[in-house]
């Protein structure tokens, strides 16, 4: 679980995703060696700050987001939120600026409007994330920023045995999107990659709970293919993974973005669920973690 | 009507067209003997469940969405809105799971959350959609999924005697879309057109009333190019079709996707206006259906 | 300032931008000739009522949309917004329809809907625009339309000595964009170009007043690529020229739509501020578009 708190710890809100990619690459680029094949990498301008991993001859792709919510800096001492926190009065939040390092206590106003506080001011537009602190416990995994740095590290578990696929980091998943349409063309236009599976963390609700499986979600805001999700709840069955259906009315991820787009993905969520979602206290059960990581590695074999 | 009231009685909500796809394979495949002129028929994986014919050297394309609205069962008796269902208390849903056929009731909570009530419990994910009751009056026709199992059956009827031209069945039209854009890009990269008629339904309101004629759409939330409706107009008057404006600020349809679309579409929504629009009580003038099919027809000819 | 006023008073509302597309393909093919560099013209079906101009090797694009806000008549009286305009009651309101040239009178039921008062009836779906008053005073110009017949007048100006880039004349901006996808398509695919400056103009807030420089947004409802934004600051503060940094959690622009778009383009909002946004007396300082054009000038050397 080393490698999970690093991805947590990485600064990295949505707009500003560089130093997760830095980090990524840093990590493929040793690690590819002991990969049971090595993938080709692409990064630079033209994806701005995503990046793909090509394994073989791939039919489907793993989308992991690499950006986090958090808070950009306004005016006085306002703060705009990125994405959609959800955290409590004296949340420590850090990041830095032209003066240095940060290291801030969050309050809101009567009218439920963010502001910091701290010793000076601090430059407009600089993000602020959360303090990370990681608890790694006998049952559970505590941090901020499990959604979702917990979907890059089933993406990276995956890819240590991978034969066949992409694996795709994307940027501003918390924030509107942004990048996945040109990520799904290039993959789509080189390698008529139209399946992907969206490597993200879910909720703990009323149907699903800590403990009974990896959730694979039948709808959210969105309403993927039918056949398609039956095809991979299928394959869970097949493979005798713990596995929970999820149905919701609410939430999103890269998948609206595929669904949208003008590329013919199928796409369906299938993911951990937490609790106490865009906290500095996201919480997921270790068995939901392994059932995940066993899913996906199945679901690239056989789908 | 017989064809009518079958597209009707398609069970193809949002994420499930698969059944209306095979339905209207089916019946082109057979029919299209009759017609003056033998289609291009295209479908399969790369176009998801939808189905596009092309007609001689096509330079107009008709767009007609496949799905419907209806509900997806959630936990426990819980339902979720697929699009947006409009029904009384005491609707009858239909559909099928792994226990077999269903035929429940719909009720609400005191914070109007939809439920269904039914002998047992209901498999997660099973999406359910409203008892079709078809009615073929003198003037009217009364039914669920006019909406827009009518637009289908214009197209079908404007391809009996087409020449030139596309015609679109698309998916997710009622839940957030995501197939316009794909089969956007294949006709206009394919064939270069650009012009579309969106067959769907409209609303009778204070300004476009039963039997008064088809509805051109001068707006709905999105606003299609002027000139484009211009001539629209112009075709209807020249030819003598009994038509209706519309102007509306809110309804969207394929055209919107049309509109954000990376590809130079001019899209106007033409169609018949229907009372109850969303329940299970759709009611068009038969007149307006007439001339709905009469301006196509038109249309088809001289944009 | 004349070329400012006469774009001002083009009636070019959003989806009906035909007009403004005249009078700037009039304009350029005068204009052109005085031009240090001149540029090749894109136009036609292809682009809709959009414009594209290409100078040398570009590497950049401005972005500046063509339509503006307004109002579509309805059923009786009624009226619709086009876009967000925001006037008072009393407003004067001009147009055309069948019957001839219209000035009416703006004004608001109970219910705060908006309709129109005037000696007889005008057609269904004409579109009515403020009746622009343009004061050209020391400090600030006020006018109706400001927004953004501006960022049209610091294209044209920046295209006086630009040597390479684009520039591109959008159409929809103000209710709901539609051009900018294929906008982008075809400037990416053509020339590679996938960096943007939206020329358009902010809100005088809490945190940007007239007078102190361009501003430069680091965010508004949408977040750009940091590391683009930082550039942009960087060449400002390089050049010397007098900028205020915005970051906002609400609005929009062209910008919304390069975002989303299955290209992969880094933007930027850099505009002047304005008071009284999108009521018929937006005001700007002059210092303001005096900066405007000097970064945009740079900005295209430099980036």
Same mark, same amino acid.
């Given at each position: 679980?080393?490698?999970?708190?690093?991805?947590?710890?990485?600064?990295?809100?949505?707009?500003?995703?560089?130093?997760?990619?830095?980090?990524?690459?840093?990590?493929?680029?040793?690690?590819?060696?002991?990969?049971?094949?090595?993938?080709? &990498?692409?990064?630079?301008?033209?994806? +701005?700050?995503?990046?793909?991993?090509?394994?073989? $001859?791939?039919?489907?792709? &793993?989308?992991?987001?690499?950006?986090?919510?958090?808070?950009?800096?306004?005016?006085?001492? +306002?703060?705009?939120?990125?994405?959609?926190?959800?955290?409590?009065?004296?949340?420590?939040?850090?990041?830095?600026?032209?003066?240095?390092?940060?290291?801030?206590?969050?309050?809101?106003?009567?009218?439920?409007?963010?502001?910091?506080?701290?010793?000076?001011? &601090? *430059?407009?537009?600089?993000?602020?994330?959360?303090?990370?602190?990681?608890?790694?416990?006998?049952?559970?995994?505590?941090?901020?920023?499990?959604?979702?740095?917990?979907?890059?590290?089933?993406?990276?578990?995956?890819?240590?045995?991978?034969?066949?696929? !992409?694996?795709?980091?994307?940027?501003?998943?918390?924030?509107?999107?942004?990048?996945?349409?040109?990520?799904?063309?290039?993959?789509? =236009?080189?390698?008529?990659?139209?399946?992907?599976?969206?490597?993200? &963390?879910?909720? !703990?609700? *009323?149907?699903?709970?800590?403990?009974?499986?990896?959730?694979?979600?039948?709808?959210?805001?969105?309403?993927?293919?039918?056949?398609?999700?039956?095809?991979?709840?299928?394959?869970? $069955?097949?493979?005798?993974?713990?596995?929970?259906? =999820?149905? =919701?009315?609410?939430?999103?991820?890269?998948?609206? =973005?595929?669904?949208?787009?003008?590329?013919?993905?199928?796409?369906?969520?299938?993911?951990?669920?937490? +609790?106490?979602?865009?906290?500095?206290?996201?919480?997921?059960?270790?068995?939901?973690?392994?059932?995940?990581?066993?899913?996906?590695?199945?679901?690239?074999?056989?789908?």
């Amino acid at each position: 679980m080393k490698l999970l708190k690093q991805l947590c710890e990485v600064h990295a809100p949505s707009g500003n995703e560089g130093p997760m990619k830095d980090f990524l690459l840093r990590y493929i680029q040793k690690e590819k060696k002991k990969w049971k094949n090595a993938p080709e &990498i692409f990064h630079g301008d033209e994806f +701005q700050d995503c990046i793909i991993l090509k394994f073989g $001859k791939p039919r489907t792709a &793993i989308f992991a987001h690499m950006d986090s919510i958090g808070f950009t800096v306004r005016y006085q001492n +306002q703060l705009l939120p990125i994405g959609s926190p959800d955290p409590e009065v004296g949340t420590i939040l850090v990041g830095h600026d032209s003066k240095g390092l940060i290291e801030c206590t969050l309050d809101f106003d009567r009218d439920n409007h963010a502001f910091y506080k701290f010793g000076r001011t &601090i *430059d407009r537009g600089t993000e602020l994330t959360y303090k990370v602190n990681f608890r790694n416990g006998k049952q559970f995994i505590e941090s901020a920023y499990l959604d979702d740095r917990l979907g890059i590290y089933n993406a990276l578990r995956v890819a240590e045995t991978l034969k066949d696929g !992409v694996i795709v980091f994307s940027c501003w998943e918390e924030h509107g999107g942004g990048a996945v349409p040109y990520l799904a063309k290039f993959i789509y =236009e080189n390698w008529k990659v139209r399946q992907a599976l969206i490597s993200d &963390i879910t909720w !703990v609700s *009323d149907g699903v709970e800590h403990g009974k499986g990896v959730a694979i979600s039948m709808r959210d805001r969105n309403i993927p293919r039918r056949s398609f999700v039956n095809k991979i709840i299928a394959i869970a $069955k097949k493979r005798k993974v713990r596995f929970q259906l =999820e149905v =919701e009315g609410m939430g999103s991820s890269d998948g609206r =973005e595929l669904q949208t787009s003008p590329y013919p993905f199928d796409w369906c969520f299938v993911g951990a669920p937490e +609790q106490y979602a865009h906290t500095p206290h996201e919480k997921v059960h270790k068995d939901d973690i392994d059932a995940m990581i066993e899913l996906y590695q199945w679901l690239m074999k056989d789908l």
